[in-house]
């Protein structure tokens, strides 16, 4: 595989002087890292689908359990299970993985892909709790939503790397 690179202009500034450089990116690369470049567009179209199904699933449960459950025990409940839920979508339409092999590495993943997703999400309300604002319901819920979407772009990355099929050693 040739490792090409894109040159990418970006503004520079340093005081009293702007300017430009080129940067080269290894993009070919970094495309090889997150799925066959030929495949990235679709993949991500559908890891894109799938995520707004699992972040509007988000809402709706978070949204119905804050009623009964403490906020925090809320999102923690709500996360588990669209994570177990994006999981198991992702890794069959996104990255076409099916049967046994490698679940176990996949759905570590999806932990790790959760932890993430926790951390950003309760970091999201304590601040919010923190900020002090009284809020609608509605809007609690909709601000917690928007910090999964945080986590979306790591949580691709995790995927992407976990999910890619291991060739044979000596192959």
Known sequence: MTTSTSPIPLALST????????????????????????MLMPRLFRFGTIGG??????????????F???DQLANL??????????TALNR?????????????????????AFLIAWTVTAGGLAILHLIGLQVSHLVESLWVTAFTLVGTAV???VFAISFQRREPAGT
């Open 92 to 112: 069959h339409f996104t990255f076409g993985r099916t049967g046994r092999k490698d679940l176990h590495i996949h759905y570590l993943a999806g932990v790790l």
């Open 15 to 38: 005081g009293r002087k702007q300017g430009f450089a080129v940067v080269a990116l290894p993009l070919r690369r970094i495309a090889a890292h997150l799925g066959h470049s030929d």
């Open 53 to 66: 199904i699992t972040a509007v699933g988000y809402a709706v449960e978070y949204g119905l359990l804050s």
């Open 68 to 70: 009964v459950l403490p």
């Open 77 to 86: 409940v709500t996360l588990v299970s669209m994570t177990m839920a994006n």
């Open 155 to 157: 949580k691709y990355g």
